[in-house]
């Protein structure tokens, strides 16, 4: 498998979108973490696919990773301070901490609510293999911290051992909301 090269794509079209069903244990999120308060009680099923644009509040852990001011990944809130992501999103010789920036509280780029944040510090997993994708995990350090509020949730992650219990859980990302563009 060989990634396709990024298209320039316009800011403005860029949404928050979704996708599911998908397997994923459930049982060991504790309470404070994965809250969608904003969004409880609503849903719509779709495909992988055939995402749909997510709705304010949906997904208020995903946040937007952007070079230069233009989106290249996502991520999730850790916590006030830090965000994951994959590790081969960071990986380059070319890529340094003050020319990324955050964007997160929204499902909308182009939002003027939506709240940016600077990046201090880019750790990659020490064993990250990018041949095989091997430990494709990576944490950014935010120079300032987040203020946590109903659209900007910290994930839940899981605990070990892992969970006996699978149940249907959402994928989130940023894409485009009109095909090719």
């Known amino acids: 498998w060989k990634p396709a090269p990024p298209s320039p794509v316009p800011s403005s079209h860029w949404m928050l979108t979704k996708c599911f069903p998908f397997s994923f244990p459930l049982?060991?999120?504790?309470?404070?973490?994965?809250?969608?308060?904003?969004f409880e009680g609503r849903t719509r099923y779709s495909r992988i696919t055939g995402g749909m644009e997510a709705e304010v509040g949906e997904f208020p852990w995903q946040v937007s990773i952007q070079a230069r001011s233009e989106?290249?990944?996502?991520?999730?809130?850790?916590?006030?301070?830090?965000?994951?992501?994959?590790?081969?999103?960071?990986?380059?010789?070319?890529?340094?901490?003050?020319?990324?920036?955050?964007?997160?509280?929204?499902?909308?780029?182009?939002?003027?609510?939506?709240?940016?944040?600077?990046?201090?510090?880019?750790?990659?997993?020490?064993?990250?293999?990018?041949?095989?994708?091997?430990?494709?995990?990576?944490?950014?350090?935010?120079?300032?911290?987040?203020k946590l509020d109903d659209l900007?949730?910290?994930?839940?992650?899981?605990t070990q051992p892992g969970p006996a219990t699978w149940r249907e859980c959402w994928v989130a990302g940023w894409g485009q909301t009109n095909a090719g563009m």
């Open 27 to 38: 049982s060991f999120f504790p309470p404070e973490c994965g809250d969608r308060s904003i």
């Open 152 to 158: 900007k949730v910290p994930i839940c992650l899981p």
């Open 71 to 146: 989106p290249f990944c996502g991520g999730s809130i850790l916590n006030k301070w830090w965000i994951l992501t994959a590790a081969h999103c960071l990986y380059s010789e070319e890529l340094f901490p003050e020319e990324l920036s955050v964007v997160l509280g929204t499902n909308d780029l182009t939002s003027p609510s939506m709240e940016i944040k600077e990046v201090a510090s880019i750790i990659l997993h020490k064993d990250f293999k990018r041949a095989n994708m091997d430990n494709d995990i990576a944490l950014l350090l935010l120079a300032s911290p987040i």
